[in-house]
């Protein structure tokens, strides 16, 4: 199975901050990555795929970058809806993995 | 505008089974690949199946091996999840997905 260790687990920035999180998959996996966002009690919200493509009505401040096993999300200019869970997806091969998550906060 | 509903979740003891539905809307459901997500309380997200638009191929995580079944009726653009000789830890909120869209989800509590 392709392991996809997500960091850091937890993040706090303030509004207007430049943040970063990370995925590392266990072998390649040919940018078949996707970034989700998930609100309390909410379900997950697909934010970017194929590693850098985003999707429709996301805003163009969420941007995804990498290739072969190191993926990141990028959100330049946090902003207080931002706050949730975040968590990469490898689609490249069966089983589908998840990253463990990061908890984003507002500081 | 793309609607997955889940239905058929609830409290059901160890052993016994449930059957989830997915009823899709606002896209052609036959041209795509559909998954069911889990998420135990207060944990990540855990993919359970896929299935090829068609049906013709199904793909399972280990720990449901031989005891889980995904299908789908495209006629009824409906996707299900029969669960059978259900555990404990498979007590979980089950999303139904394209991987784009998803369910709200539905809660299944394995307990006797």
């Known amino acids: 199975d392709i392991q996809m260790t997500q960091s850091p687990a937890s993040l706090s920035a303030s509004l207007g901050e430049t943040i970063s999180i990370e995925c590392r998959a266990s072998e390649d996996i040919y940018s078949n990555l996707a970034w989700y966002q998930q609100k309390s009690g909410k379900s997950p919200q697909l934010l970017i795929y194929a590693a850098n493509r985003l999707q429709d009505g996301v805003p163009s401040r969420f941007s995804g970058s990498g290739s072969g096993t190191q993926y990141s999300l990028k959100i330049s200019g946090m902003q207080p809806e931002d706050e949730g869970d975040y968590f990469c997806?490898?689609?490249?091969?069966?089983?589908?993995?998840f990253g463990s998550g990061t908890k984003l906060e507002i500081k | 505008e793309v609607q997955l509903v889940e239905s058929g979740g609830g409290l059901v003891q160890p052993g016994r089974s449930l059957k989830l539905s997915c009823a899709a809307s606002?896209?052609?459901?036959?041209?795509?690949?559909m998954h069911w997500i889990r998420q135990a309380p207060t944990k990540g997200l855990e993919w359970v199946a896929s299935?090829?638009?068609?049906?013709?191929?199904?793909y399972y995580r280990d720990s449901v091996k031989g005891r889980f079944t995904i299908s789908r009726d495209n006629a009824k653009s409906t996707l299900y999840l029969q669960m059978d000789s259900l555990r404990s830890e498979d007590t979980a909120t089950y999303y139904c997905a394209t991987l784009d869209a998803w369910g709200q989800g539905a809660s299944v509590t394995v307990s006797s």
């Open positions: 997806l490898q689609g490249s091969k069966f089983p589908l993995t």
């Open positions: 299935i090829s638009p068609s049906g013709g191929s199904t």
């Open positions: 606002g896209f052609t459901f036959s041209n795509y690949g």
